[in-house]
């Protein structure tokens, strides 16, 4: 069982940064994969990023890919998502989760996403959310 709590969440405007946190308790020896997803209201779910934490690879979907970073502070057992030139269309509730995952399937779990919509499961562990909104 793994808990996790996000925060940092607030309304910024256009070309602002904001950095959310997740921050993970209880048997986190076996999430071996964690990422970030956002969901607008009426919209479907979207990856943003996915960071294997043995290895330390990431995968960023292409709508954030150079404006946003992650890192992963293991002491803390923290991920942290720094989220720089933000955009309205960045407008969404963002999601930290985790799972024991394989390397490749960590890496890929972005574009399952995308493919399967309501059948995706690839993550079993979620947190509640934390609101971005971006103004023009």
């Known amino acids: 069982q793994v808990h996790l709590m996000e925060s940092g969440g607030g309304s910024v405007r256009s070309g602002g940064s904001l950095r959310l946190s997740c921050a993970a308790s209880?048997?986190?020896?076996?999430?071996?994969?964690m990422g970030w997803f956002r969901q607008a209201p009426g919209k479907k779910c979207e990856g943003v990023v996915t960071?294997?934490?043995?290895?330390?690879?990431?995968y960023f979907a292409d709508s954030v890919n150079g404006r946003f970073t992650v890192s992963l502070d293991k002491a803390k057992n923290t991920l942290y998502l720094q989220m720089n030139n933000l955009k309205p269309e960045d407008t969404a509730t963002y999601y930290c989760a985790s799972e024991d995952l394989p390397l490749t399937t960590c890496m890929t779990a972005i574009l399952h996403l995308a493919q399967l919509g309501d059948q995706w499961d690839d993550f079993g562990n979620w947190g509640q959310g934390t609101q971005v909104t971006v103004s023009s």
């Open positions: 209880g048997d986190t020896t076996s999430s071996a994969c």
């Open positions: 960071i294997h934490t043995d290895r330390g690879m990431r």
